[in-house]
């Protein structure tokens, strides 16, 4: 895609899906459709600790828009509908020497664009239970976690095929070939292996996940990025109560090799992921742990985020060998007579993994606090306060900050 104007994506936001619904339906399609405009101002700033850091400091400032609508399905045996997505990210502020924080196209600075966008859609049909999609898509799934963290979400390109059709059994399948990367005007072709340099033009998956009780749901993915690596995920997701507590728990484990051409080399890696809960009232705990073996870093696309317990703000504790733990505590303070204020804290360890033939070891802390306005003219105005501190042998030693205003318009 080409970059827009705001105004352009405004204007195409408004009319596309206009001039498609005719064609498709009759005015049954706008039953469940929704229209919303989502905006953020996102101010990122990361200083490096480290004595021999190439860059002291990376620190930019961006405003960003997505626009979304999302039509229902016409009546009938088959259904047919469609999606728009219209995205634009504006720069505020950066300069040479502070760039490459992945809000703006990387390594720019002041010599670069002054605005990226994209503007993508889907075209979706369904009989009984079972969904077609073809378009853009933000997936959240164990092998494939699109990431929000930046400015704008990448968007992947395929389809999609989602059935319901068997009572407590969901089957997802689906195929992508290019993706918007989340600072870029393009589609690219080339999907890259996050911890690799191989690149391929053709990710696949399909699973099938089944619910044994509102409790229990197990299920089993498979993966594979063209030529680089295949991957199995088994995982389990369970929920029990307490008396007055909550308890939950998610455990995966991811089987990664490689495949094909075998464009990365050889690729051996098993990877335990365990993420348990404990609620009550207002007050939730965590603990994480993360087992990384084999002879190979864990695989996934780059601007996807890998879905095991330890990603977090900067790190994702996924090199090879590596063993990580995670501890969490998040606060609603609703209940302390603030509504729309939440707190979160956590603290990760991983060591295990080889720097230059040494032992080493790596740490996080995380900040989070959150606030939504409640009422008056800025209702439903977001503010969020992101803090992290990384002192690490590979990554070296990091502080940053993460400030972000968020606001959504629903027009429907």
Not at 337 to 363: H, I, M
């Amino acid at each position: 895609m080409h970059k827009l104007p705001l105004a352009r994506v405004c204007a195409l936001s408004c009319i596309a899906p206009l001039a498609v619904m005719p064609c498709i339906g009759r005015a049954d399609l706008l039953g469940d459709s929704s229209v919303t405009l989502d905006l953020r101002n996102f101010y990122f700033s990361r200083d490096f600790r480290q004595d021999n850091a190439a860059q002291s400091k990376r620190a930019e400032w961006a405003q960003g828009f997505m626009f979304n609508a999302k039509s229902g399905y016409t009546e009938g045996p088959i259904g047919f509908g469609v999606d728009l997505y219209a995205a634009l990210g504006v720069k505020l502020d950066s300069s040479d020497a502070r760039a490459g924080t992945g809000l703006l196209p990387n390594a720019f600075g002041d010599s670069g664009p002054g605005e990226y966008s994209d503007l993508s859609g889907v075209f979706k049909t369904k009989v009984s239970k079972t969904e077609l999609k073809v378009g853009g898509f933000m997936p959240k799934t164990p092998v494939l976690l699109s990431s929000d963290a930046r400015l704008l979400p990448p968007i992947f390109n395929g389809a999609t095929l989602v059935s319901k059709d068997i009572d407590n059994l969901l089957i997802d399948a689906g195929q992508f070939r290019s993706v918007n990367y989340r600072n870029s005007s393009g589609n690219h072709d080339d999907l890259l292996a996050g911890n690799y340099s191989a690149r391929s033009d053709r990710f696949d998956y399909a699973s099938a996940a089944y619910t044994f009780n509102p409790h229990l749901t197990a299920a089993f993915w498979r993966a594979e990025l063209e030529d680089v690596y295949q991957q199995n995920y088994y995982g389990v997701l369970a929920a029990h109560k307490l008396g007055s507590w909550a308890l939950g728990g998610n455990l995966g484990y991811f089987d990664s090799s490689q495949v094909g051409a075998q464009r990365a080399g050889k690729i051996d890696n098993g990877l335990v992921s365990v993420l348990l809960s404990a609620n009550l009232g207002a007050h939730t705990w965590r603990a994480g742990y993360q087992d990384n073996r084999g002879n190979s870093p864990f695989p996934y696309l780059q601007d996807a985020d890998p879905n095991v317990a330890n990603v977090v703000q900067i790190l994702d504790f996924t090199r090879t060998q590596e063993r990580s733990w995670q501890a969490r505590y998040d606060v609603n303070m609703a209940s302390y007579g603030v509504p729309g204020l939440t707190f979160l804290a956590r603290y990760l360890r991983g060591d295990g993994f080889e720097v230059a033939g040494s032992n080493a070891k790596e740490w996080e802390r995380d900040l989070d606090v959150s606030y939504v306005i409640q009422s008056g003219p800025l209702k439903n105005v977001g503010m969020r306060w992101r803090n992290a501190m990384v002192r690490s042998d590979e990554a070296g030693d990091l502080d940053e900050n993460r400030l972000i205003l968020s606001y959504t318009i629903a027009f429907k």
